[in-house]
């Protein structure tokens, strides 16, 4: 059972466009979202997050738009830059103040940035 | 800071033999995590620590065993690999507290593990 899924195992996006990465989640008791970037023979690394009291969260080009009674979060990229093709994880838990804060993964989308 | 560190970075292994994954954080960390990571896949959760001397299982712990002797080492033993092992894992570190409201795990930089 995929309780994190992310349909679309890749995207192709031009240089300076938006790049819309999107997840999807079935667990009512995700309370914690985040974003990991993955270079190849890397670990991957913290993008954004954003807590369910909220429906966005900024930090500088990106964006992650939560709708809860969808249950469906994206990742906004803009404008896109070559440095940003990677593969993108999305990642939740529940009881995030208290908890071990077990992440569950989507599947990941490879984002090519064309020039 | 070194981050998470992990060693070997690539280990062929034969059906049968056990080998141990490093892991080691310098940043003071109580939770530390083991995760693997198959092909087109996304990461689970193998198992985790709150901190020294204390350990629980995650998603997929069956065929691994962990131990937590100090806040810094976190190693990952497997006894009789398995063809089903091969994979991909990853060591991530958190801190206790809530330092932020993005609070997030570190990760390290992987270890390929190959069985035939």
């Known amino acids: 059972d995929q309780q994190v899924k992310q349909n679309s195992p890749s995207l192709s996006v031009q240089e300076g466009r938006i790049s819309i990465l999107n997840c999807d989640y079935t667990n009512s008791m995700f309370d914690y979202f985040l974003w990991y970037k993955k270079y190849p023979a890397e670990g991957p690394t913290f993008l954004i997050s954003i807590s369910s009291i909220k429906d966005k969260n900024e930090d500088g080009r990106f964006t992650v738009f939560l709708n809860k009674s969808a249950k469906h979060l994206s990742l906004h990229i803009v404008p896109s830059q070559p440095g940003d093709s990677a593969v993108y994880f999305c990642a939740a838990s529940d009881n995030i103040i208290q908890g071990a804060q077990k992440l569950v993964f989507g599947q990941g989308t490879r984002l090519t940035i064309n020039p | ?116």
């Open chain 2, 1 to 116: 800071n070194a981050g998470v560190t992990q060693t070997p970075k690539f280990r062929i292994l034969k059906i049968g033999q056990s080998m141990t994954l490093q892991c080691t954080q310098d940043m003071n960390h109580n939770y530390m995590y083991w995760y693997r990571q198959d092909p087109g896949m996304g990461l689970k959760l193998i198992y985790y620590s709150v901190g020294a001397g204390i350990t629980d299982k995650g998603e997929v712990p069956n065929g691994y065993n962990v131990s937590r002797s100090t806040t810094e080492d976190f190693p990952l033993r497997l006894e009789l690999a398995a063809p089903s092992q091969t994979s991909v894992y990853f060591c991530a570190s958190r801190d206790l507290f809530l330092r932020s409201s993005q609070e997030t795990q570190y990760f390290g930089p992987g270890t390929r593990l190959l069985v035939l």
